[in-house]
């Protein structure tokens, strides 16, 4: 075998320039992943400690930095297979940027700011440096790199920048950044979807997009284990054990909805529309499912008798509604299933709609039976299309 060969060595190919390329995801992505189950975690618990609009305003601004962080590394990774000597390294450094990034979350708010946004800021020039790579080796992919490097480079300016101005000037700022750093991939014409070299490999993607979910999802047992145990399992009733066990059922549908109905699954076509709506939606889902998680965590601090926690309850509600919904919005972005034949809109609208009763009634009942109001919403979206499917296919 050549030295070029050698995935070692090997320069970053485009998929397109290969006979076959794999889908599966490779093992430096997946370590990447790894710093994110921290990130998540502490931006949970960020969440749970500022249950305010304010605090509601950052959890949401900083997850969406973070999934961008990961989700236009993986969008390189998918156009470029890229794992030689050198990926790595660079890999590695990016993995450095969000061990600071993760570090500041508790403080993002205060002094944890600056941190955060200088290691987003270097994120971003590093993901320049591999798009700067692949346009060495890639003739065909040359323009297309090129535009992403000047926009990598230009958006990691802006964000460093906002380490230094006063707050809250700061904040609207890295806010606005973030905005532009979308517009160029959803503007026809401008878009950098217009270069038919930008095109990922579907099938990665949508492997990476249920990996996270996995990911976001787990934290959710993390986060009922961590509370219980700080409290101490000795400490709590039995309805609080039960409680407990609801909320570990609960994240566990949550996947199995998830990837029943939509997870792995390819977009039904390749329009900007289309892809726009598959990236957006994951991302709201993954917001919703984080603040469920959240949410969750209080089934081990109530008993059966004394309502909810009304601020938990709170985005235990919209959050489900959110999830639901962005579910539906998948269903109908990607490549068709058996499984939607049977979970069709009117279950999904029925989620929400309980959801958000849910969130009407809570402070007025007892905690267990807004459990059973919330786990109507939720434990509907799979027993109705399981029945509907037994029924259907058992005449067959």
Same mark, same amino acid.
């Given at each position: 075998?050549?030295?070029?060969?050698?995935?070692?060595?090997?320069?970053? /190919?485009?998929?397109?320039?290969?006979?076959?390329?794999?889908?599966?995801?490779?093992?430096?992505?997946?370590?990447?992943?790894?710093?994110?189950?921290?990130?998540?975690?502490?931006? !949970?618990?960020?969440?749970? /400690?500022?249950?305010?609009?304010?605090?509601?305003?950052?959890?949401?601004?900083?997850?969406?930095?973070? @999934?961008?962080?990961?989700?236009?590394?993986?969008?390189?990774?998918?156009?470029?297979?890229?794992?030689?000597? @050198?990926?790595?390294?660079?890999?590695?450094?990016?993995?450095?940027?969000?061990?600071?990034?993760?570090?500041?979350?508790?403080?993002?708010?205060?002094?944890?700011?600056?941190?955060?946004?200088?290691?987003?800021?270097?994120?971003?020039?590093?993901?320049?440096?591999?798009?700067?790579?692949?346009?060495?080796?890639?003739?065909?992919? &040359?323009?297309?790199?090129?535009?992403?490097?000047?926009?990598?480079?230009?958006?990691?300016?802006?964000?460093?920048?906002?380490?230094?101005?006063?707050?809250?000037?700061?904040?609207?700022?890295?806010?606005?950044?973030?905005?532009?750093?979308?517009?160029?991939?959803?503007?026809?014409?401008?878009?950098?979807?217009?270069?038919? $070299?930008?095109?990922?490999?579907?099938?990665?993607?949508?492997?990476?997009?249920?990996?996270?979910?996995?990911?976001?999802?787990?934290?959710?047992?993390?986060?009922?284990?961590?509370?219980?145990?700080?409290?101490?399992?000795?400490?709590?009733?039995?309805?609080?054990?039960?409680?407990?066990?609801?909320?570990?059922?609960?994240?566990?549908?949550?996947?199995?909805?998830?990837?029943?109905?939509?997870?792995?699954? $390819?977009?039904?076509?390749? $329009?900007?529309?289309?892809?726009?709506? @598959?990236?957006?939606?994951?991302?709201?889902?993954?917001?919703?499912?984080?603040?469920?998680?959240?949410?969750?965590?209080?089934?081990?601090?109530?008993?059966?008798?004394?309502?909810?926690?009304?601020?938990?309850?709170?985005?235990?509600?919209?959050?489900?509604?959110?999830?639901?919904?962005?579910?539906?919005?998948?269903?109908?972005?990607?490549?068709?299933?058996?499984?939607?034949?049977?979970?069709? @809109?009117?279950? &999904?609208?029925?989620?929400?709609?309980?959801?958000?009763?849910?969130?009407?009634?809570?402070?007025?009942?007892?905690?267990?039976? !807004?459990?059973?109001?919330?786990?109507?919403?939720?434990?509907?979206?799979?027993?109705?299309?399981?029945?509907?499917?037994?029924?259907?296919? &058992?005449?067959?």
């Amino acid at each position: 075998m050549a030295l070029e060969d050698h995935p070692m060595w090997r320069k970053p /190919q485009h998929h397109h320039d290969l006979e076959q390329a794999n889908n599966h995801v490779h093992w430096v992505e997946l370590f990447y992943d790894l710093i994110h189950v921290v990130t998540i975690f502490l931006l !949970g618990n960020y969440l749970s /400690q500022h249950l305010d609009v304010q605090g509601f305003l950052f959890f949401c601004g900083v997850f969406i930095a973070l @999934w961008y962080a990961w989700g236009e590394l993986s969008i390189f990774n998918s156009i470029f297979v890229s794992t030689d000597f @050198w990926h790595r390294l660079i890999m590695s450094g990016m993995i450095c940027t969000l061990m600071f990034m993760a570090a500041a979350i508790p403080a993002i708010d205060g002094n944890g700011w600056a941190f955060f946004v200088i290691g987003f800021a270097v994120n971003r020039a590093m993901l320049a440096l591999l798009y700067f790579r692949a346009m060495c080796t890639n003739e065909s992919a &040359r323009a297309m790199c090129q535009e992403q490097i000047r926009n990598m480079m230009v958006f990691a300016v802006f964000f460093a920048t906002t380490a230094f101005l006063p707050k809250p000037y700061s904040y609207w700022v890295f806010a606005a950044t973030m905005v532009a750093t979308q517009i160029i991939y959803m503007i026809p014409r401008v878009s950098v979807l217009r270069f038919e $070299k930008f095109e990922p490999r579907f099938g990665h993607m949508a492997e990476r997009f249920a990996l996270l979910t996995l990911i976001v999802l787990g934290e959710g047992f993390f986060k009922l284990v961590v509370t219980l145990s700080d409290i101490g399992i000795y400490n709590v009733t039995p309805d609080v054990l039960v409680n407990f066990l609801i909320g570990g059922i609960a994240i566990f549908v949550m996947c199995w909805i998830y990837f029943d109905f939509v997870g792995h699954g $390819k977009t039904k076509d390749n $329009k900007l529309p289309t892809l726009v709506k @598959w990236w957006l939606a994951h991302l709201v889902m993954m917001i919703s499912a984080t603040m469920v998680a959240v949410a969750l965590s209080a089934e081990v601090k109530v008993g059966f008798w004394e309502p909810y926690p009304a601020k938990y309850a709170t985005i235990g509600c919209f959050g489900l509604a959110g999830y639901i919904a962005m579910l539906w919005l998948l269903s109908n972005v990607i490549e068709h299933r058996v499984a939607t034949d049977y979970g069709r @809109w009117d279950v &999904r609208v029925f989620g929400i709609v309980v959801a958000i009763f849910c969130f009407l009634v809570v402070d007025y009942v007892p905690a267990l039976v !807004g459990n059973i109001i919330w786990g109507t919403a939720l434990f509907s979206q799979i027993v109705v299309p399981l029945t509907r499917g037994w029924i259907a296919l &058992r005449k067959e």
